[in-house]
């Protein structure tokens, strides 16, 4: 039986394979049962999202899954779920799967993109490595932001405060779906209404470069803000991880 497929799902495989152009021995690798991301330089990114359904297909595919990341020599990894609930509360589409660990939930969201939208002077280019390192919570200097990403699918942004990046996302365009990927702030300025205008230039570049759609994946804390620019939820990912 063949697995739930999200709005986004596309995007996102895409952005992955993108991605792993120019990162040191990464691939993504499709099968019957999951779709991988492997990246042995960028844990995060090491990621799959399982294909089929039923019975004892997830505990399969997490088993085919372990020997071909360790086989890339990555030791943490992740398995998605996919699922049509709609609400973080909802119970889970499996109850386990094989040796894995349930961790979090997050909800896939999509919206039209709104018009009238336009860029925020604080919100400047940057590279996928720089945000890399701000969705990890840490502070990099606008010397340090990188140039932007050459591929013309993908941007990524920063928002500076006094010469230091503070927020930060990535986007990938995929046909006139828009992927938002790594919205986050640091701990010192978040509820200042950063994230807002993050959001508002990245949705407006979008629109810019011909997206129409734009989807994501949303924690809690950020559902309300997606919500505001008209982002509903379709579904989630409930993820299993290696350890």
């Avoid at 992955?16 to 993504?28: F, N």
């Avoid at 030791?75 to 109850?95: E, G, I, N, Q, Y």
């Avoid at 945000?131 to 993908?154: I, Y």
Wanted: aromatic share 6%.
């Amino acid at each position: 039986m063949t697995a739930t497929v999200l709005p986004g799902q596309e995007t996102l495989l895409a952005c992955w394979e993108t991605l792993a152009r120019s990162s040191p021995g990464a691939t993504v690798v499709r099968s019957s049962a999951a779709d991988a991301a492997v990246f042995p330089s960028w844990t995060p990114m090491n990621n799959a999202i399982l294909t089929v359904a039923g019975g004892d297909a997830p505990a399969l595919a997490a088993s085919d899954l372990a020997k071909l990341y360790v086989g890339a020599g990555v030791a943490v990894w992740a398995l998605w779920v996919p699922s049509r609930a709609l609400t973080f509360a909802a119970p889970d589409a499996v109850r386990a799967v094989g040796d894995l660990r349930r961790d979090e939930t997050t909800l896939v969201m999509r919206a039209t993109i709104p018009r009238g939208l336009r860029p925020h002077d604080a919100v400047v280019p940057s590279s996928i490595a720089a945000v890399a390192r701000l969705a990890g919570d840490e502070t990099v200097s606008v010397t340090e932001l990188g140039e932007p990403e050459r591929s013309p699918s993908l941007a990524a942004w920063a928002v500076v405060d006094d010469d230091v990046a503070v927020a930060c996302a990535y986007t990938f365009l995929h046909e006139r779906d828009c992927g938002i990927y790594a919205v986050g702030t640091l701990p010192r300025w978040r509820r200042r209404g950063i994230a807002r205008s993050l959001l508002k230039h990245v949705l407006a570049d979008a629109a810019a470069r011909g997206a129409r759609t734009a989807s994501l994946q949303s924690t809690a804390m950020a559902r309300g803000l997606y919500e505001s620019f008209g982002f509903t939820v379709a579904g989630r990912y409930e993820e299993w991880i290696s350890r």
